[in-house]
């Protein structure tokens, strides 16, 4: 007789981090936020981020490592690295996200999301880690799920402008 694992399921909010193994499944939803996966294809673990800003607020000091911003974030994964005796040019990494959110702030000058893949690039190559796949930029919302048993990512990208899905 054989006993079927069930599927854990994790929904990342904005700030929140989440690394395992088995039979987890990773989830998220983003709009200017990023998300960076990291998989390990020979040991079979990994995990995701869901980032907000690019880095804290000097003046909002903190003692915590915080996943709401990609330096923190990136900390986190150097900190499960470590405990799994690992190094990145080991990981297949992907980066979702970062999409303009509203037409006019481009205008403006204000582009969150393009601040936040321009961190999400600098910090995996400041950390020795290279990006196989991103999905980033653009307009509109993207729902992620990645299946750490095996790596897989399934995305769906929602253009708000053109309402139109990939």
Not at 37 to 62: E, I, K, S, Y
Not at 123 to 146: S, V
């Amino acid at each position: 007789m054989s006993v079927v694992s069930e599927v854990r399921q994790v929904y990342l909010k904005p700030g929140d981090f989440c690394f395992g193994e088995g039979k987890l499944r990773i989830t998220t939803l983003l709009g200017s936020c990023v998300s960076i996966v990291l998989w390990h294809p020979l040991l079979m673990h990994g995990g995701m981020c869901h980032f907000m800003m690019p880095t804290r607020n000097p003046n909002d000091a903190g003692t915590k490592l915080n996943g709401k911003y990609a330096d923190e974030a990136m900390e986190l994964f150097m900190l499960e690295l470590d405990k799994r005796r690992t190094v990145p040019a080991q990981y297949t990494v992907h980066i979702y996200g970062g999409g303009n959110m509203f037409e006019n702030a481009s205008a403006r000058g204000v582009n969150i999301g393009k601040q936040n893949v321009d961190a999400a690039h600098s910090l995996l190559e400041a950390y020795g880690f290279t990006p196989a796949y991103d999905h980033i930029g653009n307009f509109g919302h993207r729902k992620i799920a990645f299946d750490v048993w095996d790596g897989a990512v399934r995305l769906e990208h929602v253009d708000m402008r053109k309402n139109i899905a990939e």
